[in-house]
């Protein structure tokens, strides 16, 4: 079964500073690795994604994630954050031969961003 | 190019009723998926269409149904409404039912329960 964690409830960030969000994964084979972003009352929006090739991948809205199949982690990262990141953030996990869309998620990490 | 519609976007219902909540994805995308979401327990993958077929399904009971149509468009059912049945229910689209494809969201459903 695969499974996926993001150990922060919330992350804390000074506006202009650079910001973290932590995700690890556990999965059986090559794992397809997507990060969503969710404001207030809004679905989910796709901000970027890792198939395979380079490590690091870039998305939008200036937003990065690093994918290091040896900590089995796709951190996501900005280089200095602004407040209207401030939101609801989900790593999710699909596996390589799981036939389908399913996806699994993490349980969410809320980034505030203070001015 | 329109994103994923889903109606209504809030509903409350009382114990013991059924619901049905509409999706209607992106154009010429093909699956469909729901989730549901809580507070407690985050979210989770209820069911998945593609071309009018369920390709795989979560673990819910059978209350939870769904189907899609020959347009793609998707409806999930549940009956018997309980008050844990609460939550924000996402509908995502996708172009294709390959790994690599990501999935587009709508706003969701909030379905309340009294």
């Given at each position: 079964?695969?499974?996926?964690?993001?150990?922060e409830?919330?992350?804390?960030?000074?506006?202009?500073?650079?910001?973290?969000?932590?995700?690890?994964?556990?999965?059986s084979?090559?794992?397809?690795?997507?990060w969503?972003?969710?404001?207030?009352?809004?679905g989910?929006?796709?901000?970027?994604k890792y198939?395979?090739?380079?490590?690091?991948?870039?998305?939008?809205?200036?937003?990065?994630?690093?994918?290091?199949k040896?900590?089995?982690?796709?951190?996501?990262?900005?280089?200095?954050?602004?407040v209207?990141?401030s939101?609801?953030y989900?790593?999710?996990?699909?596996?390589?031969?799981?036939?389908?869309?399913?996806?699994?998620?993490?349980?969410?990490?809320?980034?505030?961003?203070?001015? | 190019?329109?994103?994923?519609?889903?109606t209504?976007r809030?509903?409350?219902?009382?114990?013991?009723?059924?619901?049905?909540?509409?999706?209607?994805?992106?154009?010429?995308?093909?699956s469909?998926s729901w989730y549901?979401?809580t507070?407690g327990?985050?979210?989770?993958?209820?069911?998945?269409y593609?071309?009018?077929?369920?390709?795989?399904?979560?673990?819910?009971?059978?209350?939870?149904?769904?189907?899609?149509?020959?347009?793609?468009?998707?409806?999930?059912?549940?009956?018997?409404?309980?008050?844990?049945?609460?939550?924000?229910?996402?509908?995502?689209?996708?172009?294709?039912?390959?790994?690599?494809?990501?999935?587009?969201f709508?706003?969701?459903t909030?379905?309340?329960?009294?």
């Open positions: 079964a695969q499974s996926v964690a993001q150990p409830d919330q992350v804390n960030v000074a506006e202009g500073n650079p910001l973290t969000v932590k995700c690890t994964y556990s999965v084979g090559n794992p397809y690795l997507f969503y972003v969710q404001y207030p009352n809004r989910l929006q796709f901000l970027l198939i395979t090739g380079d490590n690091l991948v870039k998305g939008s809205y200036g937003f990065e994630a690093e994918f290091n040896s900590q089995t982690s796709f951190h996501l990262k900005k280089p200095s954050a602004l209207s990141d939101a609801l989900f790593c999710a996990v699909r596996v390589f031969g799981n036939a389908g869309n399913m996806l699994t998620f993490g349980g969410g990490t809320r980034l505030m961003v203070k001015p | 190019k329109a994103g994923v519609t889903q209504p809030y509903l409350i219902k009382t114990r013991g009723q059924q619901v049905t909540l509409s999706c209607s994805p992106i154009s010429g995308h093909r469909v549901q979401q507070p327990q985050g979210l989770q993958f209820l069911f998945e593609f071309s009018e077929t369920q390709r795989n399904k979560g673990n819910f009971p059978g209350r939870f149904s769904g189907r899609q149509f020959s347009n793609s468009r998707s409806e999930m059912n549940v009956s018997t409404l309980e008050l844990g049945d609460s939550a924000l229910y996402l509908c995502a689209s996708s172009l294709a039912q390959t790994e690599n494809t990501e999935a587009f709508g706003q969701g909030r379905l309340t329960v009294v």
